[in-house]
DNA sequence: TCTTGACTTGAAGTGTGCTTTAAGTTGTAG
DNA sequence: CTACAACTTAAAGCACACTTCAAGTCAAGA
Protein backbone atom coordinates (compact mmCIF):
# COMPACT_ATOMS: atom_id res chain seq x y z
CA UNK A 1 0.00 0.00 0.00
CA UNK A 2 1.18 3.40 -0.85
CA UNK A 3 0.09 6.67 -0.35
CA UNK A 4 0.28 10.30 -1.48
CA UNK A 5 1.19 13.16 0.36
CA UNK A 6 -1.98 14.55 1.32
CA UNK A 7 -3.35 10.77 2.52
CA UNK A 8 -0.17 10.51 4.47
CA UNK A 9 -1.10 13.65 5.86
CA UNK A 10 -4.25 12.80 6.72
CA UNK A 11 -3.07 9.85 8.43
CA UNK A 12 -0.85 11.60 10.53
CA UNK A 13 -3.21 14.49 11.46
CA UNK A 14 -0.71 17.17 10.00
CA UNK A 15 -1.39 19.06 6.43
CA UNK A 16 0.25 18.29 2.93
CA UNK A 17 2.42 21.56 3.01
CA UNK A 18 3.72 20.19 6.43
CA UNK A 19 5.41 17.03 4.88
CA UNK A 20 6.24 18.84 1.44
CA UNK A 21 7.91 21.39 3.92
CA UNK A 22 9.92 18.91 6.04
CA UNK A 23 10.68 17.03 2.67
CA UNK A 24 12.17 20.15 1.18
CA UNK A 25 14.08 20.30 4.77
CA UNK A 26 15.79 16.94 3.62
CA UNK A 27 13.37 14.70 6.77
CA UNK A 28 12.35 12.65 3.91
CA UNK A 29 15.30 11.45 1.47
CA UNK A 30 13.54 7.82 1.69
CA UNK A 31 10.24 8.66 -0.09
CA UNK A 32 9.91 7.65 -3.35
CA UNK A 33 8.70 9.24 -6.41
CA UNK A 34 6.19 7.97 -9.33
CA UNK A 35 7.64 8.99 -12.68
CA UNK A 36 5.61 12.01 -12.72
CA UNK A 37 7.53 12.92 -9.74
CA UNK A 38 4.41 12.10 -7.09
CA UNK A 39 5.39 10.90 -3.80
CA UNK A 40 4.86 7.90 -3.22
CA UNK A 41 4.38 7.15 0.57
CA UNK A 42 5.40 3.48 1.74
CA UNK A 43 3.95 1.72 5.00
CA UNK A 44 7.14 1.66 6.23
CA UNK A 45 7.90 5.09 5.91
CA UNK A 46 5.33 5.45 8.86
CA UNK A 47 7.83 4.86 11.10
CA UNK A 48 10.42 7.32 10.09
CA UNK A 49 7.55 9.83 10.39
CA UNK A 50 6.35 8.16 14.10
CA UNK A 51 10.17 8.62 15.06
CA UNK A 52 10.15 12.49 13.13
CA UNK A 53 6.91 13.38 15.37
CA UNK A 54 8.55 12.24 18.46
CA UNK A 55 11.70 14.42 18.03
CA UNK A 56 9.48 17.46 17.46
CA UNK A 57 7.34 16.83 20.33
CA UNK A 58 10.96 16.63 22.35
CA UNK A 59 11.91 20.33 20.81
CA UNK A 60 14.50 19.21 18.79
CA UNK A 61 15.00 21.60 15.58
CA UNK A 62 14.61 20.44 12.02
CA UNK A 63 18.33 20.74 11.51
CA UNK A 64 18.71 18.68 14.29
CA UNK A 65 16.15 16.51 13.06
CA UNK A 66 17.84 16.31 9.80
CA UNK A 67 20.88 15.29 10.84
CA UNK A 68 19.66 12.00 12.82
CA UNK A 69 17.93 10.68 9.21
CA UNK A 70 21.32 11.79 7.57
CA UNK A 71 23.26 9.45 10.08
CA UNK A 72 20.95 6.84 9.94
CA UNK A 73 21.04 6.63 6.14
CA UNK A 74 24.41 6.40 6.33
CA UNK A 75 24.18 2.95 8.37
CA UNK A 76 25.83 0.97 10.90
CA UNK A 77 29.07 3.32 11.28
CA UNK A 78 26.99 6.16 13.21
CA UNK A 79 25.23 3.61 15.36
CA UNK A 80 27.10 5.18 18.38
CA UNK A 81 26.83 8.44 16.89
CA UNK A 82 22.69 8.22 16.96
CA UNK A 83 22.81 6.28 20.45
CA UNK A 84 24.28 9.72 22.08
CA UNK A 85 21.76 11.78 20.30
CA UNK A 86 19.12 10.11 21.97
CA UNK A 87 21.16 9.62 25.27
CA UNK A 88 21.60 13.64 25.16
CA UNK A 89 17.95 13.74 24.17
CA UNK A 90 16.79 11.53 27.17
CA UNK A 91 18.59 14.41 29.33
CA UNK A 92 16.89 17.23 27.70
CA UNK A 93 13.30 15.48 28.09
CA UNK A 94 14.64 15.09 32.20
CA UNK A 95 15.13 18.15 32.75
CA UNK A 96 11.81 19.66 30.62
CA UNK A 97 9.79 17.18 32.94
CA UNK A 98 10.98 19.14 35.81
CA UNK A 99 10.91 22.39 34.41
CA UNK A 100 7.48 21.03 34.10
CA UNK A 101 6.16 20.25 37.57
CA UNK A 102 7.59 23.04 38.72
CA UNK A 103 5.57 25.41 36.78
CA UNK A 104 2.47 22.74 37.41
CA UNK A 105 3.28 23.82 41.42
CA UNK A 106 3.22 27.84 40.34
CA UNK A 107 -0.19 26.90 38.58
CA UNK A 108 -1.50 24.78 42.10
CA UNK A 109 -0.62 27.53 43.77
CA UNK A 110 -2.33 30.23 42.01
CA UNK A 111 -5.26 27.64 41.63
CA UNK A 112 -5.29 27.61 45.72
CA UNK A 113 -4.58 31.20 45.50
CA UNK A 114 -7.84 32.35 43.52
CA UNK A 115 -10.12 29.58 45.02
CA UNK A 116 -9.05 31.12 48.50
CA UNK A 117 -9.66 35.01 47.03
CA UNK A 118 -13.13 34.00 45.37
CA UNK A 119 -14.46 32.99 48.64
CA UNK A 120 -12.86 35.82 50.57
CA UNK A 121 -14.29 37.82 47.99
CA UNK A 122 -10.72 39.72 47.54
CA UNK A 123 -6.96 38.48 46.79
CA UNK A 124 -5.96 40.25 49.96
CA UNK A 125 -7.00 37.09 51.87
CA UNK A 126 -5.11 34.66 50.03
CA UNK A 127 -1.89 37.97 49.69
CA UNK A 128 -1.56 38.31 53.06
CA UNK A 129 -2.44 35.45 54.63
CA UNK A 130 0.30 34.44 57.11
CA UNK A 131 2.55 31.77 56.01
CA UNK A 132 1.73 29.27 58.91
CA UNK A 133 -1.95 29.55 57.94
CA UNK A 134 -1.35 28.34 54.10
CA UNK A 135 -1.48 24.71 53.29
CA UNK A 136 1.85 23.26 53.87
CA UNK A 137 2.15 21.85 49.96
CA UNK A 138 1.94 25.82 49.14
CA UNK A 139 4.59 26.96 51.54
CA UNK A 140 7.95 26.59 49.41
CA UNK A 141 6.52 27.50 46.08
CA UNK A 142 5.09 30.91 47.43
CA UNK A 143 8.21 32.14 49.62
CA UNK A 144 10.07 31.57 46.00
CA UNK A 145 7.75 33.39 43.99
CA UNK A 146 8.01 36.26 46.69
CA UNK A 147 12.23 35.82 46.42
CA UNK A 148 14.76 36.04 43.44
CA UNK A 149 14.37 32.84 40.77
CA UNK A 150 17.38 30.22 41.27
CA UNK A 151 19.77 31.11 38.87
CA UNK A 152 19.70 28.47 36.22
CA UNK A 153 22.53 26.72 36.81
CA UNK A 154 24.14 26.61 33.07
CA UNK A 155 25.08 23.10 33.00
CA UNK A 156 25.48 21.86 29.82
CA UNK B 1 15.69 48.85 47.26
CA UNK B 2 14.48 49.56 43.33
CA UNK B 3 16.21 48.31 40.63
CA UNK B 4 16.96 49.48 36.76
CA UNK B 5 16.18 47.74 33.85
CA UNK B 6 19.63 46.05 33.53
CA UNK B 7 19.89 44.84 37.48
CA UNK B 8 16.52 43.71 37.09
CA UNK B 9 17.59 41.54 34.13
CA UNK B 10 21.08 40.33 35.79
CA UNK B 11 18.68 39.10 38.87
CA UNK B 12 16.40 37.03 36.84
CA UNK B 13 18.59 35.89 34.34
CA UNK B 14 16.96 37.75 31.40
CA UNK B 15 18.53 40.50 29.01
CA UNK B 16 17.21 44.00 29.49
CA UNK B 17 15.75 44.08 25.82
CA UNK B 18 13.77 41.26 26.67
CA UNK B 19 12.46 43.36 29.83
CA UNK B 20 11.77 46.47 27.68
CA UNK B 21 10.40 44.49 25.40
CA UNK B 22 7.61 42.30 27.81
CA UNK B 23 6.94 46.42 28.81
CA UNK B 24 6.16 47.53 25.47
CA UNK B 25 4.04 44.60 24.98
CA UNK B 26 2.16 45.27 27.98
CA UNK B 27 3.10 43.08 30.40
CA UNK B 28 4.90 45.22 32.92
CA UNK B 29 2.49 48.29 33.37
CA UNK B 30 2.81 48.14 37.12
CA UNK B 31 6.49 49.28 36.57
CA UNK B 32 7.12 52.78 37.50
CA UNK B 33 9.37 55.20 36.35
CA UNK B 34 11.61 58.53 37.64
CA UNK B 35 10.96 61.63 36.61
CA UNK B 36 13.67 61.33 33.82
CA UNK B 37 12.11 57.84 31.87
CA UNK B 38 13.92 55.51 33.38
CA UNK B 39 12.36 52.02 34.79
CA UNK B 40 12.41 51.35 38.44
CA UNK B 41 11.49 48.06 39.42
CA UNK B 42 10.66 47.56 43.15
CA UNK B 43 11.82 44.27 44.86
CA UNK B 44 7.82 43.29 45.34
CA UNK B 45 7.59 43.47 41.21
CA UNK B 46 9.53 40.45 41.48
CA UNK B 47 6.89 38.17 41.89
CA UNK B 48 4.65 39.29 39.13
CA UNK B 49 8.17 38.74 36.82
CA UNK B 50 8.79 35.09 38.22
CA UNK B 51 4.86 34.80 37.77
CA UNK B 52 5.30 36.06 34.58
CA UNK B 53 8.15 33.69 33.86
CA UNK B 54 6.31 30.70 34.58
CA UNK B 55 3.93 31.46 32.64
CA UNK B 56 5.52 31.42 29.70
CA UNK B 57 7.33 28.07 30.75
CA UNK B 58 3.69 26.70 30.77
CA UNK B 59 3.74 27.72 26.62
CA UNK B 60 1.29 30.58 27.08
CA UNK B 61 1.86 33.01 24.67
CA UNK B 62 2.71 37.00 25.32
CA UNK B 63 -0.97 37.85 24.54
CA UNK B 64 -2.42 36.15 26.96
CA UNK B 65 -0.35 36.95 29.61
CA UNK B 66 -1.10 40.54 28.87
CA UNK B 67 -4.81 39.40 29.34
CA UNK B 68 -4.00 38.08 32.72
CA UNK B 69 -1.74 41.18 33.64
CA UNK B 70 -4.90 43.76 32.93
CA UNK B 71 -7.34 41.00 34.78
CA UNK B 72 -4.79 41.27 37.96
CA UNK B 73 -5.21 45.03 37.96
CA UNK B 74 -8.61 45.39 37.38
CA UNK B 75 -9.05 43.89 40.89
CA UNK B 76 -11.37 41.75 42.57
CA UNK B 77 -13.93 41.81 40.15
CA UNK B 78 -11.84 39.50 37.90
CA UNK B 79 -11.08 36.73 40.70
CA UNK B 80 -12.98 34.23 39.26
CA UNK B 81 -12.06 34.67 35.43
CA UNK B 82 -7.77 34.61 36.49
CA UNK B 83 -8.93 31.29 38.73
CA UNK B 84 -10.72 29.41 35.60
CA UNK B 85 -7.46 30.47 33.14
CA UNK B 86 -5.22 29.03 36.05
CA UNK B 87 -7.14 25.72 36.21
CA UNK B 88 -7.31 26.12 32.01
CA UNK B 89 -3.50 26.35 32.44
CA UNK B 90 -3.39 23.16 34.99
CA UNK B 91 -5.35 21.32 32.23
CA UNK B 92 -2.76 22.25 29.51
CA UNK B 93 -0.04 21.36 31.61
CA UNK B 94 -1.46 17.56 32.42
CA UNK B 95 -1.43 17.22 28.89
CA UNK B 96 1.79 18.60 28.09
CA UNK B 97 3.18 16.13 30.86
CA UNK B 98 1.27 12.98 29.30
CA UNK B 99 3.03 13.95 26.04
CA UNK B 100 6.49 14.56 27.79
CA UNK B 101 5.90 10.89 29.10
CA UNK B 102 5.03 9.53 25.99
CA UNK B 103 7.87 11.34 24.13
CA UNK B 104 10.23 9.83 26.72
CA UNK B 105 9.36 6.26 26.57
CA UNK B 106 10.21 6.74 22.75
CA UNK B 107 13.76 7.91 23.44
CA UNK B 108 13.99 5.11 25.97
CA UNK B 109 13.19 2.76 23.81
CA UNK B 110 15.56 4.53 21.08
CA UNK B 111 18.28 4.07 23.36
CA UNK B 112 17.30 0.49 23.94
CA UNK B 113 17.55 0.14 20.15
CA UNK B 114 20.61 1.46 19.49
CA UNK B 115 22.76 0.39 22.61
CA UNK B 116 21.58 -3.35 20.83
CA UNK B 117 22.12 -2.21 17.83
CA UNK B 118 25.89 -1.26 18.87
CA UNK B 119 26.60 -4.69 20.78
CA UNK B 120 25.91 -6.36 17.68
CA UNK B 121 27.17 -3.95 15.04
CA UNK B 122 23.99 -3.52 12.97
CA UNK B 123 20.49 -2.22 13.16
CA UNK B 124 19.75 -5.23 11.90
CA UNK B 125 19.64 -7.12 15.35
CA UNK B 126 17.01 -4.98 16.96
CA UNK B 127 15.40 -3.88 14.07
CA UNK B 128 14.69 -7.50 13.16
CA UNK B 129 14.41 -8.86 16.66
CA UNK B 130 10.99 -10.95 17.42
CA UNK B 131 8.72 -8.70 19.50
CA UNK B 132 8.80 -11.45 22.40
CA UNK B 133 12.30 -11.16 22.77
CA UNK B 134 12.33 -7.21 22.71
CA UNK B 135 12.37 -6.09 26.60
CA UNK B 136 8.54 -5.96 27.74
CA UNK B 137 8.27 -2.61 28.61
CA UNK B 138 9.52 -1.70 24.92
CA UNK B 139 7.00 -3.64 23.43
CA UNK B 140 4.27 -1.41 23.68
CA UNK B 141 6.02 1.89 21.99
CA UNK B 142 7.47 -0.35 19.39
CA UNK B 143 4.02 -1.86 18.10
CA UNK B 144 3.01 1.72 18.21
CA UNK B 145 6.09 2.99 16.24
CA UNK B 146 5.65 0.70 13.50
CA UNK B 147 1.57 1.27 13.38
CA UNK B 148 -0.29 3.79 13.16
CA UNK B 149 -0.26 7.36 14.73
CA UNK B 150 -2.93 7.90 18.21
CA UNK B 151 -5.54 10.03 16.26
CA UNK B 152 -5.37 12.96 18.34
CA UNK B 153 -8.78 13.35 20.10
CA UNK B 154 -9.52 17.12 19.65
CA UNK B 155 -10.86 17.52 23.01
CA UNK B 156 -10.81 21.25 23.77
C1' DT C 1 30.67 71.00 34.15
C1' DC C 2 31.96 67.20 31.65
C1' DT C 3 32.41 62.44 30.71
C1' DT C 4 30.68 58.01 30.52
C1' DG C 5 27.92 54.09 30.88
C1' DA C 6 23.36 52.81 31.15
C1' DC C 7 19.17 54.27 30.05
C1' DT C 8 15.21 55.76 26.47
C1' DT C 9 12.41 54.97 21.97
C1' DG C 10 10.93 53.43 17.36
C1' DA C 11 12.03 50.73 13.74
C1' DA C 12 14.17 47.26 11.41
C1' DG C 13 16.26 42.61 11.48
C1' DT C 14 16.51 37.52 12.85
C1' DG C 15 15.36 32.57 13.25
C1' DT C 16 11.97 29.04 13.34
C1' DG C 17 8.37 26.52 11.43
C1' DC C 18 5.20 26.48 8.87
C1' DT C 19 1.34 28.38 5.33
C1' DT C 20 -0.07 30.49 1.24
C1' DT C 21 0.23 31.69 -3.50
C1' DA C 22 1.00 31.15 -8.35
C1' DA C 23 1.89 28.70 -12.21
C1' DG C 24 2.18 24.50 -14.00
C1' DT C 25 1.92 18.91 -14.17
C1' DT C 26 -0.01 14.30 -13.16
C1' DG C 27 -3.14 10.77 -13.27
C1' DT C 28 -7.75 8.85 -12.86
C1' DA C 29 -12.71 8.69 -13.91
C1' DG C 30 -16.14 9.42 -17.34
C1' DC D 1 -9.85 12.67 -25.01
C1' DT D 2 -11.22 15.73 -21.62
C1' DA D 3 -12.08 17.34 -17.16
C1' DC D 4 -10.64 17.92 -12.72
C1' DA D 5 -8.89 17.05 -8.26
C1' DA D 6 -4.60 16.49 -6.34
C1' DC D 7 -0.13 16.73 -7.15
C1' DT D 8 4.54 19.58 -8.24
C1' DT D 9 7.89 23.72 -7.36
C1' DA D 10 9.81 28.22 -5.98
C1' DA D 11 8.96 32.08 -3.67
C1' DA D 12 6.66 35.05 -0.74
C1' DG D 13 4.13 35.72 3.54
C1' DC D 14 3.09 35.13 8.46
C1' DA D 15 3.27 34.77 13.63
C1' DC D 16 6.03 34.74 17.41
C1' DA D 17 9.49 36.27 20.54
C1' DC D 18 12.98 38.42 20.72
C1' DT D 19 17.48 41.15 19.23
C1' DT D 20 19.85 44.77 17.18
C1' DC D 21 20.43 49.37 15.62
C1' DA D 22 20.37 54.38 15.60
C1' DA D 23 19.77 58.47 17.71
C1' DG D 24 19.20 60.61 21.54
C1' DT D 25 18.61 61.30 27.10
C1' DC D 26 19.69 60.56 32.01
C1' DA D 27 22.39 60.62 36.10
C1' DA D 28 26.41 59.63 38.96
C1' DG D 29 31.38 60.37 39.64
C1' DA D 30 35.74 63.19 38.72
Redesign the interface.
Known sequence: MVYTVGEMAK???VTASTLRYYDKEGLLPFVERSSGGIRMFQESD??WL??I??MK??GMSIKDIRRYIEMALQG?DT??L??AM??R??QV?QQ??E??R???E???Y??WY??T??KA???AVPQEMDLAQVPERFRRIRQ??????E??TEQD
Open positions: LLGIEQVGCKADITRLFQQRLQLVLHTMMVDKCYEAQGTVELRSMPQP
